[in-house]
């Protein structure tokens, strides 16, 4: 895997993809059953070869995080 300066790297598995016009919301279930939302584009889907049960690693860079409850 290439390098990268984020500390906030979450390896889990994909449990949900919901494809849009332009975006999917990608679903990784971690560990100890968090689950962390992603929006990406559908490039990125197709390039990352994202599927439901492969695994990924969520990679967040601070400045982008959202809390919900």
Do not use: Y
């Not at 449990?15 to 990608?26: F, I, Y």
């Not at 197709?46 to 969520?58: F, K, T």
């Amino acid at each position: 895997m290439p390098s990268t300066s984020a500390r906030n790297q979450f390896d889990g598995v994909i449990t949900a993809l919901t494809r849009g016009p332009v975006n999917a919301e990608v679903a990784i279930t971690l560990p100890g059953g968090t689950v962390v939302h992603a929006v990406v584009t559908q490039q990125a889907v197709a390039e990352l070869q994202l599927a439901v049960g492969r695994p990924a690693r969520a990679i967040i860079k601070a400045s982008d995080v959202v809390v919900a409850a």
